[in-house]
């Protein structure tokens, strides 16, 4: 059973940046296309980015497009999300997910993933 693990979250102040890493424990992610989702109090969950098996295909909620950016070392089995120029409206609970079953060159947030992350907290406040 993949085990996801997210870390990097914290407390923030309006502008800032904080990178969430995403990995696997026994497994690599290597195989596996990732998503980051998050979820902020009484709010349905939004999907965020995701990135390809490949590393060759991502996309980004409108929301953070220019200020998010997804990234993954296989050399490492980690995924990342760096988080530039951070709004209080990004406060969330962030999950990372993974399929294996995504083409190679494919990921998407509309998607079921199969596997999730207990998720890491992202406030942002000044």
């Known amino acids: 059973q993949l085990q996801l693990v997210e870390s990097g979250g914290g407390l923030v102040q309006p502008g800032g940046s904080l990178r969430l890493s995403c990995a696997a424990s026994?497994?690599?992610?290597?195989?596996?296309?990732i998503a980051w989702f998050r979820q902020a109090p009484g709010k349905e969950r939004e999907g965020v980015s995701c990135i390809s098996r490949s590393g060759g295909s991502t996309n980004y909620a409108d929301s953070v497009k220019g200020r998010f950016t997804i990234s993954r070392d296989n050399a490492k089995s980690t995924v990342y999300l760096q988080m530039n120029s951070l709004k209080p409206e990004d406060t969330a609970v962030y999950y990372c997910a993974a399929d294996p079953f995504l083409g190679p060159s494919s990921c998407s947030t509309n998607y079921e993933y199969n596997y999730w992350g207990q998720g890491t907290q992202v406030t942002v406040s000044s």
């Open positions: 026994r497994f690599t992610l290597n195989y596996y296309a």
